[in-house]
């Protein structure tokens, strides 16, 4: 970002970077503390996967909105952070603009739900929108607009001249995104009470959001890890009809057993059916008769070598499997890393943050 602003020959502005988020070098530090690590899915321990040989790439904190708006306070126009809320990033200008205090649970709340709003952009002006139907333009859909108050209250809206629709109903299926405990919402902030949430249609593409009311946080931070967990390979073929979803089943028939034969197995191999059973299998009826089937499979393990193997097993399904197969332009599959998410909990007083700003 420096270097950028000096190409352009931008002078006078103030970039605040804030770091103290990354932890990857001080995870021993907290073994030797005695400091869980446990996984919030699974409850096993990221150390014990140290010591079976699993390669830990990353791991952050979730760090508060307090040193973005230190940062804001030091006169910075551009932040650089590392692993912060999306919520935070919506709460720290109003925390600035506003002055809000750190203890005023119930407006901290109401930042946290205008960033949960507009933390997916248009996904809460019509996109991924139940009723598309009734979204105007999409080609050309408006990202969203907070305009917020000094006491909590605020309103999404769009530009003018933009598609896409914001309504009660476009709001209320934003907030549902990635939702837990609509009671508590936890950040770093605060805990957002979401059953408070009161919406409003104010005009067009206009909804008024408030009523919002919250609680203090927890002691800790969420942590975000993440450790080598093997390969992936996965590869599609299209099967074309009459008869294309017995034609697909074949063929992967087929590329299982002659993976088998040269005693290549998995323990989790995925085989689907695209455009039968894919999203609704076991909902929906099949037809008898389907124009094509996009045959999808994919494999996952420690040993990259049999990965690898197994992506040299689809092209020859074209010749050597049964008739009306194509689609094969991707070319062979290669394998790829398998970074796996590991959600942990760390006490905040082990987390020290630093902000600096300087002026280009």
Known sequence: VFAVAKKLGIKGLKIGVVSGD??????R??????????????????????????????????ISSKPLVEALEKGAQVIIAGRTTDTGLAMAPMVYEFGWSWNDWNKLAAGTVAGHIIECGAQCTGGNFTRWRDVPDMWNIGYPVVEAHPDGTFFITKHD??????????????????????????????IADFTSIRLEQNGKDRVKVFGIQGKPPTEFF????????????????????????????????VL????????????????????????????????????????????????????????????????????GVTGFAGGRPKPQEIVAFFPALIPKHLIKTEVTVEEV
Request: charged letters at 25%.
């Open 222 to 253: 969420k942590v975000s890890a993440s450790y080598l967990k093997g390969y992936k390979a996965s590869g599609q073929l299209t099967i074309s009809g009459p008869d294309a979803l017995d034609k697909a089943k074949l063929a992967a028939e």
């Open 22 to 27: 990354n932890i990857l070098g001080r995870i």
């Open 29 to 62: 530090e907290f073994e030797s503390q005695n400091i869980a690590m446990k996984s919030m899915d699974t409850g096993e321990s990221l150390y014990d996967l140290m010591k079976q040989g699993n390669e830990i790439m990353s791991a952050n904190a979730y």
């Open 256 to 323: 299982w057993k002659r993976l088998e034969r040269a005693g290549i197995t998995f323990d989790d191999p995925s085989t689907e059916f695209l455009g039968v059973n894919s999203c609704h299998d076991g909902i929906v009826t099949i037809p008898q008769q389907v124009n094509e089937v996009v045959l999808r499979i994919g494999v996952k393990d420690k040993d990259k070598n049999k990965v690898d193997r197994f992506g040299k097993e689809i092209a020859p399904l074209v010749t050597s499997g049964p008739p």
């Open 161 to 190: 001249g933009t598609g896409g629709l914001v309504s009660v109903d476009t709001i209320s299926e934003q907030l549902l995104y990635e939702m837990g405990d609509p009671h508590a919402y936890i950040t770093p902030d605060v």
